[in-house]
């Protein structure tokens, strides 16, 4: 055991040292010249001004500009496409891994790898391609994302792809990108349909700001419905920013699924909930909670489970920065009889913007009867170039 804890406090050292050699950022500040933290309150989570940039088609300003931009290469006078492709890789590892039940602790220095060509083509239009692997996929390479844009206006734009259903929205709800282990479990849960928020999918999406009101509107084709074939989901969501970087929003998912045992019966499924985001002065928090029901696959009886998540973190304004995290979790099932509930705390050290080192302690406080309790403490390492 102790040198279990020993090895807890030496490698997040020997992370920083190493870390200290890197000299790159992401492709989007290297581009416009802009620190990371321009656009993230703690990368990779945005802030208000990362939200409107991916709102604007990852376009700094939506207005033309009066003189060809000398990064791009003019076709024509509708078309134009970037000199060179904004590419960008990241990088996790978790060097160590203690859990209740291993006897000693896990190494997995390198964990995920993904590599991402994200733009602007002609002054309307944006693309996002995120290929990914991962060590428990034995290193396969795998396409996560490939969304295409039009952006004519804030209070129109058109998206379409693979990926989840939700990919225009901005705000940390329920994003794929974390500062923690994993996602807030409401995210990464499926019940009963297996459904979670950040499934990829065919899916058309239309969104657009009126002010302070940001609305999207969405369907896909089902999680495991690769050629859009399926029943198909709809995604409804809206959002208002306050002030002080606040804002409140709502959501409503409905989908229904084709048994694969017998095609003939449909599982239907919905989540319904609200939602509440904070960005300010360094202080960020953001919450979530929903109501999910949906239907057994076996006997196509509804089930009512809520979920909810709260978590906040504040980062320092010191040459290296340092974010203290905490997280509260519950997910019911059972038809609300059970609940598995969870709390987090990290602290993560930004050596540069888009670098980071944290130590991170989770653990179950409320199980189902007949489950054992465990936790999990890991170190985790974190780069975008």
Same mark, same amino acid.
């Given at each position: ?15 920083? /040292? ?22 993230? +309150? ?15 088609? @990852? ?6 500009? %009066? ?7 003019? $076709? ?45 083509? +002609?002054?309307? @239009? ?6 990914? +692997? ?13 969304? &295409? ?11 379409? /792809?693979? &990926? ?8 940390? %709800? ?15 849960? =499926? ?12 899916? $058309?999406?239309?969104? =657009? ?30 959002? @208002?920013?306050?002030?002080? =970087?606040?804002?409140? &929003? ?22 319904? &909930?609200?939602?509440?985001? $904070? ?34 973190? *504040? ?20 038809? /609300? ?5 969870? %709390?987090?705390?990290?602290? $993560?050290?930004?050596?540069? =913007? ?14 189902? %009867? /007949?489950?054992?309790?465990? *936790? ?10």
């Amino acid at each position: 055991m102790r040198k279990e804890w020993l090895c807890a406090l030496v490698l997040p050292v020997i992370g920083l /040292g190493l870390a200290a050699e890197a000299q790159a950022v992401p492709a989007f500040a290297r581009k416009h010249d802009l620190a990371c933290s321009q656009c993230h +309150s703690a990368w990779p989570l945005l802030n208000k001004f990362g939200r409107t940039f991916k709102e604007n088609g @990852y376009k700094l300003d939506r207005e033309r500009p %009066a003189e060809p931009d000398p990064d791009e290469v003019v $076709i024509d006078e509708k078309l134009s496409l970037p000199r060179s492709l904004p590419v960008s890789f990241r990088y996790q590892g978790r060097p160590f891994e203690k859990r209740k039940d291993d006897d000693g602790f896990r190494m997995r220095v390198a964990h995920e790898l993904e590599l991402q060509v994200t733009g602007s083509a +002609s002054h309307d @239009y944006s693309y996002f391609i995120n290929i990914e +692997s991962e060590e428990e996929h034995e290193w396969a390479v795998e396409l996560g994302d490939m969304v &295409g844009g039009w952006h004519p206006r804030a209070e129109a734009n058109l998206l379409l /792809g693979w &990926g989840p259903l939700m990919f225009a929205d901005g705000y940390n %709800a329920f994003t794929s990108r974390r500062l923690t282990w994993d996602r807030a479990a409401p995210v990464n849960t =499926g019940f009963q349909s297996g459904y979670r928020f950040r499934d990829p999918t065919q899916f $058309i999406s239309f969104y =657009g700001r009126a002010s302070n009101l940001y609305y999207n509107v969405a369907v896909g084709t089902g999680r495991d419905d690769v050629l859009g074939e399926d029943n198909k989901d709809y995604f409804v969501r809206a959002a @208002y920013d306050l002030p002080a =970087g606040m804002s409140v &929003g709502a959501f409503s998912l409905i989908g229904e699924s084709e048994l694969s045992a017998d095609p003939e019966r449909i599982q239907n499924f919905d989540r319904t &909930g609200v939602d509440f985001q $904070i960005d300010y002065r360094g202080f960020s928090a953001n919450a979530l909670w929903y109501r999910a029901d949906e239907e057994t696959a076996s006997t196509l009886v509804a089930q009512a489970n809520d979920a909810w998540y709260l978590q906040a973190h *504040y980062a320092t304004r010191t040459p290296i920065s340092l974010v203290p995290l905490v997280r509260f979790e519950s997910v019911e099932s059972n038809d /609300g009889v059970d609940a598995t509930k969870t %709390a987090t705390v990290g602290l $993560i050290a930004y050596l540069r =913007g888009n670098l980071n080192v944290s130590l991170e302690h989770a653990w179950q406080t409320t199980v189902p %009867a /007949g489950r054992e309790k465990t *936790y999990r403490t890991a170190i985790l390492v974190m780069f975008g170039l």
